[in-house]
């Protein structure tokens, strides 16, 4: 039972990638699926939700417009598309799960997930 992140890279500033996020035995459908992301000396900030029962998602201000997060049930996956990528972008990217479904910004509090992929590194050169 685990969730694989993939995806991240070294990108130049404007540039995009497409974060992914697998689960493996379980499935995504009764949890909220969020991406994280910790940069160096700094906190750990939510950045955006899926609910797995309806699609419906949340941003953070920070990302909102430029980032995109979506689901595929036949592939048990979660994806971030990030476009625009700023300098500021910068940041080990980790996908989570949290049991039910949540909305809004309360979708982005770390204290409800309790499953944790092992994190992708994202490095936007300016």
């Known amino acids: 039972v685990q969730l694989q992140a993939s995806g991240g890279g070294l990108v130049q500033a404007g540039g995009s990638l497409r974060l992914s996020c697998a689960a493996h035995g379980f499935t995504l459908d009764v949890y909220t699926i969020a991406w994280f992301r910790q940069a160096p000396g700094e906190e750990r900030e939510g950045v955006s939700c899926?609910?797995?029962?309806?699609?419906?998602?949340y941003y953070s201000s920070s990302v909102k417009g430029r980032q995109i997060i979506s689901g595929d049930k036949a592939k048990n996956s979660v994806y971030l598309q990030m476009n625009n990528l700023k300098a500021e972008d910068t940041a080990v990217y980790y996908c989570a799960t949290a049991p039910g479904y949540y909305s809004g910004d309360y979708c982005l509090m770390d204290f409800l997930y309790t499953r944790w992929g092992q994190g992708t590194q994202v490095t936007v050169s300016s």
């Open positions: 899926i609910s797995g029962r309806d699609g419906s998602t």
